[in-house]
């Protein structure tokens, strides 16, 4: 069966120190694998999203970065963290556009960032 | 470009009555689905319920249900019989069939009254 992880579940980082998070797809191949962000009481923010190895769309200019480096692998980083970088983050999957049967969007069990 | 639109920022409902959260969105395309998830607080995202654009039928699943008008571009969710363990943030989202795009509202934040 399909499932995704995503980790750390909880993070607290000082400013300017690094950042991973990783989210990993299991049971599916080239998956179409996204990045959001949600602030306190606020909808879900598209960061990243991508439909292969190595292909990344950036949806809003920021101090986040995205990499896949495998099929099922999908990391968001920062090399310097700001305090608005504060937020949950989820990573969210969709079935292969070359299987329409059955599309859902699977998400991953979140991460908290608190930035201090 | 697609657009999901709610434009119900909040809404709130006593317990054992029903609520419709609304939900609207702007597409060319006919090969769509439609999907409305919970969102409690521990900000686990829930599926409720899903929807296939070529289907006329309306899904249901068991309390919830959706009035899905495609021509008026209409997606609404009504929540009968509703529940304490209802209360949450609702998300509608829209995936283009055969594409990466996929789009969310901005939520409607439901309250249910004992």
Redesign the interface.
């Known amino acids: 069966s399909q499932t995704i992880h995503q980790w750390p579940a909880t993070l607290v980082q000082p400013v300017g120190s690094p950042l991973s998070l990783e989210c990993t797809v299991e049971g599916t191949s080239n998956p179409?694998l996204?990045w959001?962000r949600?602030a306190a009481?606020?909808?879900?923010q598209?960061l990243f999203?991508s439909?292969g190895i190595g292909q990344i769309s950036s949806e809003v200019p920021q101090n986040l970065s995205a990499s896949r480096p495998q099929d099922r692998q999908f990391i968001l980083s920062s090399k310097k963290l700001l305090l608005s970088d504060s937020g949950?983050y989820?990573c969210?999957w969709?079935r292969s556009?070359r299987d329409?049967v059955g599309?859902?969007?699977y998400?991953g069990?979140?991460s908290?960032l608190t930035v201090v | 470009a697609q657009t999901v639109t709610q434009s119900q920022p909040e809404m709130s409902v006593q317990e054992a009555e029903t609520v419709t959260l609304s939900c609207t969105y702007d597409t060319s395309e006919s090969d769509y689905y439609l999907f409305w998830y919970k969102q409690p607080p521990s900000r686990q995202m829930i599926l409720v319920i899903r929807q296939e654009a070529y289907k006329q039928q309306n899904a249901t699943e068991n309390r919830f249900s959706v009035n899905f008008q495609k021509a008026a571009k209409s997606f609404s969710l009504k929540i009968s019989d509703s529940q304490l363990g209802d209360a949450a943030m609702y998300f509608c989202a829209y995936i283009q069939g055969g594409s990466e795009k996929l789009v969310f509202g901005k939520g409607t934040k439901l309250t249910v009254n004992p």
């Open positions: 179409n996204y959001y949600q009481g606020r909808g879900l598209l999203y439909v949950f989820l969210a969709v556009t329409r599309n859902t969007i998400f069990e979140g908290w």
